[in-house]
C-alpha cells in the first residue's frame, strides 16, 4: 500500500516512485563559446559573405543555444524521462491505434541507399525505392480490396482531403461538384474540417441508439446535392457498422459517395475488406494501423485508396510500369486533382510500414486484428460492472464507458484518466466521441499481453472504487507526476509561445549550509 | 507472430472469460458475405533478417556512392550522429501528441525550445508545432492570409519552387480564391532571377490577400524582402515568404518584413529519404495568432506554480472547432522538428552561420568554376548555395557522361522553365568537397572546351 500526503491509497502494481532529473530550456544553460560541433576545414577558397550577398547579408545572429555536446545528450535525455510512451506501457488511447512500433523498420528506413536517396535523383537510380512503393501499393490493395491507391498523403487528415478532392473532381466530371457532405455526430474533428476545406457544407447525422447509422435518417437527408457520406467503420465507439451495405445503397442510388475512414483499420485487416463492402474511397493511418512510429505526434502517412472509377482523379505523380518492363514516375493523369506535396510523400514511413507488413505476413496480420479485438473485449468484459458501458453493441477494437456512475460523485472521465497516471498508464481517450457524454474511449491494440491488461483493469477498478470512497483523491490526480494539473486557460489567455528570458550564466551556489551525516 | 505477447492457451482463457467459444463470435457484427475467408494476398511472414536482406538489395538498387549536386527543396547535409541516438529513445518516438502534459513534458518542453528557436532564426514573432512540409505548409500559409485579410487574390512568384506552387493550386482549388503567377526578371537584368517587381507592382491591388516569394528562390537568388514588403503591404496584401533552405538563414538576412513565414526545415539534421518525411513549419506576427493553423504550444504553470508546457489555443483546431477550424491538420511532423531541434542546438548560434557560411563558399567554388566553362545564369545576383548553369550540351547528356563517373549532375530545369534553354539546377553544401567540384568542372568542360573549338 502506498501513502502520500493526498491520502493517495492505491495499490499501484505498475509502478515506483522514482527521481527524474530537473532540467531547464537549453537556452537557459547556454553560455558563450561552447560548442556542439566542429566543422570540417574549408577545402575551397574563403569568401567574404557580405561581398557576396551585400543588402542581403544577416547582421544579428540567432540567439541559439551554446553547448556542448555532452550537455545536449543530457538535455534531450532528461526531457525524455518525462514522457509516457508504448515502449514503457500500455498506452489505450481510443482511435489512436498505440501499438508496438518494431525497431526493424527503424533500422531499415536508415539503411544508406534508403535514407540518402535524393528525390530527384535519376530513375535508374531510384529502382529500389519505386520497388518498394509498388509492393506496399500492392499490399495495401489487397488488404482494403480497393483498385488503386495513392500514398502521398503526409497523414490522416491530409488523406482525408485527398479523398475529398477526388470525391469533388468525380462529380465534377459528371458536371456537378454537389455540395454536402453528410457526417455523422461521432466522427473525428478532421472529418467536417476537411470537408469544409474542400468547399463543402457539412450536414450532421445523428447516431441511432447503437451508436451506429441510422439508415432511414441516412436516406431521409441523402439526395442529389450529396457528395458523400464520410464513415468511420468501425464507428468511434468500437462498432461495425453492420448495415454497411444498406447504407452503401443508399449512397450509391443517389449518386453520392462512400468515404470511410480508416482511422479503425485495425479492426478489420485479414477479415473483412472495405473494397468489398461498398466503400469508395478511403485513408488508412499508417501510422495507426502499420506501426509507424507516432513520435510525439508525427510523422504519419494517410494513403488514400479508391475503386477503379476515381482512379483517374488520384494526384501525381505515381508509379508506373514502362513499356521497357521497368517502374517510371509518371504524371500522365489529365483528370487528376494534381500534387498534394511536394516529392512523392513520406517515403521513410513506407519503408517502415512495408517492413510490418513482411514482419507479419497474412496469418500475422489476421492474428494481430483478432488480438486487438481479444483484448479490447476482455477489458469490455471485465470493468462492465464498474463503468456504465452507453451502447451493448458488440464491440471491436476499442470499448467506449461513460462516467455516468462515477459523475454522481462529481467524478468526471477526464478525473479518472489523469487518476490512471498515478498508476502508470497513459490516459485512455477522455470526452470522445461527443455521442457519449463523458466518454472513456479505450483502445488496447494487439500489442498488451494478459499480464498488462490485468493491471490496466485492476488499475480502473481501484479508481472505480475510490471514486465512491475517496473522491478526492481522483479528482486532484495526478499525484505522481513532475507537475500537477496545469493551467490551461492563462496559457490561453495569455499565449507565452517562447523563450525570451535572460540565459542562465550565474553558477549554482554551493549551499554552505548544507551538512553531511 | 513475434509481435504479439500471447500464447494460444492465454487467448482461449480470455475468450472463456469473455464467454465466447470461438475468436470468430467476437466478428459476428461483420456480415457475413463480407468477411474475408482466404488469406491476404501479401508476402508470407518473413524472419527480421529476412526483412534486412530484403530492403538492403532494394537500397542497393539505388544511387550508391555517388556524387550528387541536387538541391531544389532537398538538401544532403551533415547529419549529426547524436540526432539519432537520441530521436531513438522509446519516449519520444514511441509517444503520442502530448494532450495528457503531465506525462508529455519531455515532447512539449522540445516543441517550445522548437517554437523559439524558429522565430529567432525567422525573425517572426511565433511559430507553430511543425506543419506537413515546406509545400503544404506554403499552401496552409496562403488560406491564413486569405483569412486574415478576408481577400481572395493570391500572387506567387514563379520562382517558388514548382512543386510547391502545383501543391498550392490543389489546395486553393475549392478555397474561392484565385491564385496568379508574378514573372521573374530575366538573365541579363540587373536584378535577374528574381521576381519581376514591376509586374508584381501592376499585379497587387485591393483585392490581394498575399504575395507569395520563395528566398533564397528555386534559382537560389535571394529575393529582395524589403522591397517585395512594401509593395504588398501599400495595398494592404500579406507577404508571405517561404524558405526551403534553413541553414541559409545562418547568413541571408531574415525576412524580417514578412507577415507569415513558410519554412522547411528538412536540411537541419532530417536525411533526404526520397523526399520525406520533411518537417515544415509557419511562423508569423504575433497579430495573426488567431488564424495560425497548427499545434501551439505554451508555457504555463501547475497549481504549486512549478513551470510547465501544455498544447494551447485549441480553439483553432478540428478537434473543437470542427468545420470552423483554421485547418483539418491534426498530425503534424514532431519527431521530425525533434531532430530539427537538436541539429539547431547542436550548431547553436555560431555554428548556424559557420555552416552557412561554408555553403556559400562550396557554392561560391562550384559556380565559379562551372562558370568559367558555361554560362552562370542570374549570376549578379545575390544567391546562397544553388545556381543555375546553362550550357551547351543538352542536360539529358551532360547528366549522363557525367553519370558515367558516379557524378549525379545539376538538375534538368526544362520541365518547369523551357524558357531557360539546357539550365541546370546546381547545389554544394558543406559535404561537397573541392575534390568532387573539381572533378565534375573537368568532364563539364571536356564538351565546353570542344565547342568553342569548334
Known amino acids: 500500500m502506498a501513502t502520500t500526503t493526498n491520502g493517495f491509497v492505491g495499490t499501484t502494481r505498475k509502478v515506483t516512485a522514482h527521481l527524474t532529473q530537473n532540467e531547464p530550456l537549453s537556452f537557459e544553460k547556454s553560455s558563450p563559446g561552447k560548442k556542439g560541433y566542429k566543422l570540417a576545414p574549408l577545402d575551397v577558397p574563403e569568401i567574404d559573405p557580405a561581398a557576396l550577398l551585400g543588402a542581403a547579408t544577416r547582421e544579428d545572429k540567432p540567439a541559439l543555444p551554446e553547448l556542448s555536446e555532452i550537455e545536449i545528450i543530457r538535455h534531450f535525455t532528461r526531457l525524455s524521462t518525462w514522457n509516457y510512451a508504448i515502449d514503457l506501457g500500455m498506452y489505450p488511447l481510443g482511435s489512436c491505434t498505440m501499438k508496438y512500433n518494431p525497431r526493424v523498420n527503424e533500422f531499415v528506413s536508415r539503411l544508406e541507399g534508403i535514407a540518402e536517396a535524393h528525390p530527384y535523383q535519376p530513375e535508374r537510380l531510384s529502382r529500389g525505392a519505386m520497388v518498394i512503393i509498388k509492393l506496399l501499393k500492392d499490399c495495401l490493395i489487397e488488404i482494403t480490396g480497393m483498385d488503386a491507391i495513392a500514398l502521398h498523403p503526409a497523414a490522416g487528415a491530409h488523406g482525408e482531403f485527398t479523398g475529398m478532392l477526388m470525391t469533388r473532381a468525380y462529380h465534377q466530371s459528371k458536371g456537378n461538384p454537389r455540395k454536402n457532405v453528410i457526417i455523422p455526430d461521432s466522427a473525428h474533428g478532421t472529418n467536417p474540417a476537411t470537408a469544409a476545406s474542400c468547399g463543402y457544407q457539412v450536414v450532421n447525422l445523428k447516431s441511432n441508439a447503437q451508436g451506429g447509422v441510422d439508415v432511414a435518417a441516412l436516406a431521409k437527408v441523402v439526395n442529389e446535392d450529396t457528395a458523400a457520406l464520410m464513415l468511420t467503420n468501425p464507428s468511434t465507439i468500437g462498432v461495425f457498422e453492420s448495415e454497411i451495405h444498406k447504407i452503401a445503397d443508399v449512397l450509391h442510388d443517389k449518386g453520392a459517395l462512400l468515404y470511410m475512414d480508416g482511422a479503425n483499420m485495425n479492426a478489420l485487416v485479414g477479415k473483412t475488406r472495405p473494397g468489398d463492402f461498398g466503400v469508395d474511397v478511403m485513408h488508412l493511418n499508417l501510422h495507426k494501423t502499420f506501426s509507424t512510429p507516432h513520435g510525439g505526434g508525427g510523422p504519419g502517412c494517410g494513403p488514400v485508396a479508391c475503386k477503379q472509377f476515381l482512379e483517374p482523379f488520384l494526384p501525381v505523380p505515381f508509379v508506373a510500369l514502362g513499356d521497357d518492363g521497368l517502374l517510371h514516375w509518371s504524371s500522365d493523369r489529365p483528370h487528376s486533382i494534381g500534387r498534394v506535396r511536394a516529392f512523392y510523400g513520406n517515403f521513410g514511413m513506407f519503408v517502415r510500414a512495408l517492413a510490418y507488413i513482411l514482419a507479419n505476413g497474412p496469418d500475422g496480420l489476421r492474428q494481430t486484428t483478432e488480438d486487438a479485438v481479444l483484448n479490447a473485449n476482455y477489458i469490455r468484459k471485465k470493468l462492465e460492472d464498474v463503468y456504465e458501458l452507453p451502447y451493448d453493441t458488440p464491440s471491436m477494437h476499442e470499448v467506449v464507458f461513460s462516467d455516468k456512475r462515477q459523475v454522481k460523485n462529481g467524478i468526471k472521465t477526464g478525473d479518472i484518466a489523469k487518476r490512471l497516471i498515478d498508476y502508470g498508464f497513459h490516459p485512455y481517450t477522455t470526452s470522445f466521441p461527443l455521442i457519449v457524454p463523458g466518454a472513456l474511449m479505450i483502445e488496447p491494440t494487439e500489442s498488451e499481453s494478459r499480464e498488462e491488461l490485468d493491471l490496466f483493469i485492476d488499475a480502473m477498478r481501484q479508481i472505480a472504487r475510490e471514486a465512491e470512497e475517496n473522491p478526492e483523491v481522483v479528482i486532484s490526480a495526478p499525484h505522481s507526476t513532475r507537475i500537477s494539473r496545469l493551467d490551461e486557460t492563462t496559457a490561453a489567455r495569455k499565449p507565452v509561445l517562447r523563450w525570451k528570458g535572460p540565459a542562465m550564466h550565474d553558477a549554482v551556489e554551493v549551499d554552505t549550509a548544507a551538512k553531511e551525516w | ?454
Open chain 2, 1 to 454: 507472430m513475434r509481435y504479439l505477447p500471447k500464447s494460444p492457451a492465454e487467448r482461449a482463457a480470455m475468450l472463456r472469460e469473455i464467454g465466447v467459444s470461438s475468436i470468430d463470435d467476437l466478428f459476428t457484427a461483420i456480415p457475413e458475405e463480407y468477411r474475408l475467408m482466404r488469406d491476404l494476398k501479401v508476402p508470407r511472414q518473413m524472419g527480421e533478417s529476412e526483412i534486412i536482406d530484403y530492403f538492403k538489395a532494394a537500397a542497393e538498387k539505388n544511387a550508391h556512392a555517388y556524387t550528387s549536386f541536387l538541391g531544389a527543396g532537398a538538401y544532403r547535409h551533415y547529419r549529426p550522429v547524436i540526432i539519432d541516438s537520441l530521436v531513438q529513445r522509446g519516449e519520444f518516438l514511441t509517444s503520442y501528441t502530448p494532450y495528457q502534459a503531465e506525462i508529455t513534458q519531455g515532447t512539449l518542453q522540445a516543441i517550445f525550445e522548437f517554437q523559439t528557436m524558429i522565430c529567432e532564426l525567422t525573425g517572426m514573432d511565433i511559430a507553430n508545432a511543425s506543419m506537413y512540409d515546406g509545400s503544404t505548409g506554403a499552401a496552409e500559409a496562403v488560406m491564413m492570409a486569405v483569412r486574415v485579410t478576408g481577400r481572395d487574390g493570391v500572387l506567387v512568384a514563379k520562382t517558388v519552387h514548382p512543386e510547391y506552387r502545383e501543391v498550392m493550386h490543389t489546395y486553393a482549388q475549392h478555397q474561392g480564391h484565385e491564385a496568379r503567377e508574378v514573372a521573374y526578371y530575366p538573365d541579363g537584368h540587373v536584378q535577374a532571377g528574381r521576381i519581376d517587381l514591376e509586374a508584381l507592382e501592376q499585379a497587387v491591388n485591393e483585392e490581394t490577400a498575399c504575395v507569395l516569394v520563395q528566398s533564397p528562390n528555386f534559382f537560389g537568388v535571394i529575393e529582395d524582402i524589403p522591397v517585395i514588403a512594401e509593395i504588398a503591404h501599400k495595398k494592404g496584401a500579406l507577404l508571405i515568404v517561404s524558405i526551403a533552405e534553413a541553414v541559409s538563414l545562418g547568413i541571408v538576412r531574415p525576412p524580417v518584413e514578412a507577415d507569415i513565414v513558410s519554412m522547411e526545415a528538412q536540411s537541419f539534421g532530417v536525411a533526404l529519404s526520397y523526399g520525406g518525411p520533411y518537417c515544415g513549419v509557419l511562423a508569423a506576427k504575433e497579430k495573426y495568432l488567431r488564424q495560425m493553423p497548427g499545434r501551439l504550444v505554451g508555457e504555463t504553470k501547475d497549481k504549486e506554480g512549478r513551470r510547465g508546457f501544455v498544447l494551447t489555443l485549441s480553439t483553432r483546431e478540428q478537434h473543437i472547432r470542427r468545420e470552423k477550424a483554421t485547418s483539418n491538420i491534426c498530425t503534424n511532423q514532431a519527431l521530425v522538428a525533434l531532430m530539427a531541434t537538436i541539429f539547431m542546438t547542436v550548431y547553436g548560434k555560431e555554428g548556424i552561420k559557420e555552416l552557412a557560411v561554408q555553403n556559400l563558399a562550396k557554392a561560391t567554388y562550384a559556380a565559379d568554376a562551372l562558370g568559367a566553362h558555361d554560362k552562370l545564369l542570374f549570376g549578379q545576383s545575390p544567391r546562397f548555395h544553388e545556381f543555375v548553369l546553362q550550357t551547351e550540351e543538352p542536360p539529358r547528356r551532360l547528366n549522363a557522361r557525367l553519370m558515367e563517373k558516379k557524378i549525379i549532375g545539376g538538375l534538368d530545369l526544362c520541365k518547369w522553365y523551357p524558357e531557360l534553354k539546357n539550365a541546370t539546377l546546381w547545389c554544394a553544401t558543406e559535404l561537397t568537397t573541392k575534390e568532387q567540384i573539381d572533378a565534375a568542372v573537368a568532364i563539364v568542360a571536356e564538351i565546353s572546351v570542344a565547342s568553342a573549338a569548334r
